[in-house]
């Protein structure tokens, strides 16, 4: 499938962070692979801080200027530059524009049927097993749970 420039609609997200994807993966019926544009307003960011046990994560600045938080460390990242982590890394990570300009990034990564994510600074734990998700604490209650 061909997909052009501007041929798949924005979509406002506002799960962990309001951000706008273009979900190309979803458009053309990827069922192994996610594929998005993603655009962040100056301020914004990805998600909460997290890591993936078994999802490899991919991402490379098409406009602007990412700031790219691994654990307590902060890089800056621009046009061209990419950030990739392995699944099962351990290594919390998220994407922030600290800019006055939006910023706009590819993102890939692969969608396992079953799947657990770390938010170490929320002190929980996402246990996925499509389509059925729920959160857990650390205390080891349920916090959210829901359908996808």
């Not at 799960?15 to 192994?32: H, M, W, Y």
Request: net charge negative; aromatic share 6%; hydrophobic share 35%.
């Amino acid at each position: 499938m061909i997909l052009r420039k501007g041929s798949v609609e924005g979509q406002q997200i506002f799960g962990s962070a309001p951000r706008t994807e273009e979900r190309f993966g979803d458009v053309a019926g990827l069922k192994i692979l996610g594929v998005n544009i993603v655009t962040l307003a100056p301020g914004e960011h990805s998600a909460q801080k997290h890591w993936h046990s078994g999802s490899d994560e991919f991402i490379m600045v098409l406009e602007g200027m990412a700031t790219v938080i691994e654990d307590d460390a902060a890089t800056q990242i621009g046009p061209g530059d990419m950030a990739l982590w392995p699944a099962a890394s351990e290594i919390g990570h998220q994407i922030v524009n600290r800019s006055q300009a939006p910023l706009r990034y590819l993102c890939a990564g692969t969608n396992p049927d079953a799947e657990t994510v770390r938010y170490p600074d929320q002190g929980e734990t996402l246990h996925w097993i499509r389509p059925d998700w729920h959160v857990q604490g650390d205390d080891g209650t349920v916090r959210r749970r829901g359908t996808e």
